[in-house]
């Protein structure tokens, strides 16, 4: 939690032998003390993931001079190399999308309230209103955009939250029960940043009223995924899932209910690996180094 | 494990006021001790369901006068009811029917061995014989049915198969990773009878190689289903279900491996769940009064 | 969730032939339509325990002449038998106690606020002013009873504290990690009524700084414990636990960041089964009907 | 399962900087692959561990002469290094100690027989002669040590199991429910290579009818520890734990049953980390690069 300032190094690229060596040699120049490291050779793709993370009190230079001479580095290893530098100290930005339901955005607010979120909330956009007060007692401003019921005629209603939201420039874009689905410019403007909580143990009950499918279909556990944003409907990368018990006395309302648990712990996960950038996508899968 | 014998109700019907009652009276009439006693109403189907078990040492009658007599509260309980009264000290006969991966048998076998099943394993019959030697140090009989590759010739070797599986009148027929469809009328002819371990969480990954699918969706967890046998893929009602958490790390292999530890729990589960009459099934989806 | 108005009846006894068909004809007798229903015979007790959930609107009686009637079977049925009959449209109160850390009172408030729980958080009392304002932006009153850091100083803080907490008529105290222990006469007065949240698996790592001793003793799970509070620390009736994985990369504080979402869950789950009347106390153990 | 030959190098010393990039460019110089790497540096004991798989395929040295030029690179790390070269080619020999209980034992077996563990089964000793014929089924051979009732008078028997267990000069010896404490010479003599399955979760409940512990608290999960044997008892170094839940309806026999399937999981997870050389012990905890 309070950690010292860090600065985080990700890097994908095809594998070869030496990576390791180059990256490690590179950071032993510096005089860098790594607190964490993590590596990942994907054998079915051919690509090699690392993450390392160097106490940045360790290293004489800041972080533009450290990406800079990284750049090299990287260049090195290949021309495919993706990398990114990160600074701890630099507190992200979050912002969330809701509509009604407040289970997720309560517990979002209370785990950044608490230092729990290496970020801050920065703003809550709702569809609807509902969800103000309970945004604004936690001190964060509150956007109500409405969405008219005609799926044809929401055009604007996005256009306008896409400017809300960029004029924060977020780290992180949060459909924290959002319920609307985004259109495919949306994905693809913020690809990689927009993460979703879908109530179900995906690829199971993909869509609507998921809790009514599981019950229809009488399944023992019930889910939630946490993935990021692409433009097929809930088929984006799956950063963390989860599930719960139920059995045959628990009516939807029931799952319901417990399901909000399973919600909350899953997005709360997942949106705190992708803010300590312990999350590196490649294709339709993630590399999580929690 | 060592209970005293067992005299075990099970029930559904209708819901309507004063069933608890008239069970329950008619048990207190006959002096009998309720060990157990378990009830659902569900509010989605208006069906109620009961499982009751009596210590038989409590009640002068024999099983065969006490169904005779519930016969007549039953009837008058309605014309739908459907119910059964089981002696839990008539062991029950178990056929398993594999194919190349012994791992739920071994685990059967050794519960069996071990006392924990209500019930003896009174035959595995394979489609192929690697597992006849693990079977027979066991004590039990082994029969091998070859099935032809050609999915159009398999009639006959489906028909030797139900004969033999019939010869030995069990009351639970267990796929224990037979990697054969059952044809539509063996279906029928085992409904309520047959069990099936899938090794994935059901509804995702329906059909063949759900480890191979599972990865690559990406998932975080993988699971395993016990299902009862039905003419539609692996959508018969659910027994039980779990899963294990698995990262990127893991290759398919590796979830062949840990999935194999799931499959072994939740097949034994359902099996000493259906064996012991805990498993109400009612048109999709079961009542499960473990 | 929304349940239609219920009558809940539980009983716990000295087991013999007979009590359910007399529980069950007295219900029928009045027309109850019984929604929920659980019985336990326990073995090593030689005790019966029961609980019944009956729809209000399917009797024609109110609950305090059902009481009543219920008290001439209740003796009928023996003279060490304890029941009670609740009617669940009356909202119940809790009082939550607390110190520094709000996150279990910020859960609490959450889900009162969302519906979740059967009851009102009527106050919240703390020992220090920190969770004031998170309080009060909930509507809900808050009192700062100071405790002097001298524990043989304590007595007039543990009387303002009684005296408050009574003014409440609380059908639940809650300890949400209120780091105090309460004197003998406090845990006699509020027996059976005061719930507590340990942060670990009890028994393990009882009293002071439990995250230290399980960093220290290297486990490799790590939970949280919802119990009954009685004079003997951190002994009383267990009413929930539930674990999560660690290993050896988290720190204590990693450690404290994690089992603050168990200790959320176990809490919220034994709150709410003690609100609905589900958990028995005998002895030292509890019959949780969840 | 059925992986590539590698070499494993594990590591811990006193952290500073330089000692990954040291490793990895030694590595590298090789040509060596790394199929996996893991680091850990402990802020608590201030000292660094890894482990690093090479496909031994792309390395021209042997394990011998690989094995005698780092201890040049540990040498140069610093005076305090432990470090260990490892062949995956070579496979390991494992002696299991058993009781009456056979659950253990039997699923050790199966696992082998499925190539699931990188080792050979070479003896089972069992101080009672039950299990000998399930071993001797599985074409491995049993060898009877029976210790008479009186503690005082064991010592002839330790010294025979001393004698019979070195003989097959094992890897891991397995206490797989052996039910005697070992002596502190044996414990002593085989430090690092025993390893016990408790069937509690630890520190809860040390010592015997662990089971019955558990009941009379009447704990909601009940759990089993693998840990490798030190001379005070159930006090050594943990590797994996595992819960399962419980409720008041479970009666100590059923706790039993249930605690079976953890304790073989448990025991099953431990056991091949061991093998595979992800254990690393220090002081008296452990990291498991799982």
Redesign the interface.
Same mark, same amino acid.
């Given at each position: 939690?309070?950690h010292a300032s860090r600065y985080v190094v990700t890097l994908g690229c095809p594998?070869r032998?030496?990576i +390791?060596?180059?990256i490690?040699?590179f950071?032993?120049?510096l005089?860098?003390? %790594?607190?964490?490291? #993590?590596?990942?050779?994907? #054998?079915?793709s051919g690509w090699f993931?690392t993450r390392q993370a160097v106490d940045a009190a360790?290293i004489d230079i800041g972080v533009d001079e450290l990406r800079e001479r990284f750049a090299t580095v990287a260049a090195e290893i290949g021309p495919d190399t993706e990398w990114a530098v990160h600074d701890s100290s630099i507190r992200k930005r979050v912002v969330l999308l809701v509509s009604k339901e407040?289970?997720c955005l309560?517990?979002l607010l209370?785990r950044a309230?608490?230092g729990?979120l290496p970020a801050t909330i920065d703003a809550v956009i709702g569809n609807h209103p509902d969800l103000e007060a309970?945004t604004r #007692?936690h001190g964060t401003p509150f956007h109500h955009v409405p969405f008219p019921s005609d799926p044809a005629e929401r055009g604007p209603s996005f256009a306008q939250l896409r400017e809300l939201v960029d004029s924060y420039d977020p780290d992180a874009v949060v459909l924290a029960r959002f319920m609307q689905v985004l259109p495919e410019d949306l994905c693809d403007h913020w690809a990689g940043r927009a993460l979703n909580i879908h109530h179900s143990?995906?690829?199971?009950?993909v869509g609507a009223r998921p809790y009514h499918q599981a019950?229809?279909?009488? +399944?023992?556990?019930i889910?939630a995924t946490c993935h990021y944003v692409t433009a097929e409907l809930d088929a984006g990368? %799956?950063?963390?899932?989860?599930?719960i018990r139920v059995?045959? #006395?628990d009516?939807v309302?029931?799952m319901?209910?417990q399901g909000?648990?399973i919600e909350k712990?899953v997005l709360?996960r997942g949106l705190r690996w992708h803010l300590e950038d312990r999350v590196l996508v490649h294709g339709?899968?993630? +590399? +999580?180094f929690?």
């Open positions: 939690m309070s594998d032998t030496g +390791v060596a180059r490690a040699t950071l032993a120049d005089g860098g003390s %790594i607190v964490e490291a #993590a590596y990942h050779a994907d #054998a079915d993931f360790s407040g289970h309560h517990d209370g309230a608490g729990e309970v #007692a143990f995906l690829p199971s009950f019950f229809a279909r009488g +399944v023992k556990l889910g990368p %799956i950063v963390e899932q989860d599930v059995d045959h #006395a009516a309302s029931d319901v209910r909000r648990d712990l709360a339709r899968k993630t +590399v +999580v929690s």
